[in-house]
């Protein structure tokens, strides 16, 4: 769940704001809207609880699903985000175990039986290639009939929310200014985010640091062939916010799959 890390690597500056930007993201309800999907879903004889949080940023949703009594393992590629989701488990005392990694290269010890990608992560990714190259890897990597559960930005949400929109937020160390510009004319709606931090030194002087990163729209037929090609069944698909069943409001869809699985590592 860090924002392009995944893909851009960094987010040095991001990484120290990122809990405060989405304090309005209820990790520990959606970590049990998801559980009530993988126990829906979940073979009767999957016996063990090894869930994998692909691009888990600071590490907030790996501990609520941790507080599930999952045996979690969070992988992002920002060493920046991986320190903030140590410091965390440091207070917490929670076993999550966490690996920087690209998730594109992927890389285990064994098998999982639960791989979850959220808020977005996947829309970070530059080609098409890299999504493949994703589900490549977590179905390799999951057990036989494993569940691979991940969300991605609708074309609603990078024309009507994201957009040419501005937003400003005051936190606690900083103010920080969202600019978005979205190229309508390329058929994957890319989105340019760049973020100025404003931080306080003294008096009246301000130390800026900027993050830029781009998000990209991946439609659905483009994600069901990959999936399918690359050894996934789509069980479900529901709005990922709202878990109810999409709506041309839809902001984030939810992708709802099983794994082939059970290859040879």
Known sequence: MSPGAEAQGGYGVFAQYYDALTQNVQYAAR??????????????????????DLACGTGSLSEAFARLDYDVIGIDSSEDMLNEALDKKYDSGLPVQYLRQDMRRLDLFGTVSVTVCALDSLNHLPKAGDIRRVFERVNLFSDHGGLFLFDVNTAYKHRSVLGEQCFVYELPEAVCVWQNHTDLSNPELPVTIQLDFFSQIEGRRYVRDTECFTERYYADDLLQRLLSETGFTLLEQLDGDTFAQPRPETQRLLYVTRAAGGQTI
Do not use: G, N, V
């Open 31 to 52: 970590a049990e809207q998801l559980d009530r999907l993988i126990r829906k879903h979940q073979r009767p004889d999957s016996a063990d609880r090894i869930l994998l």
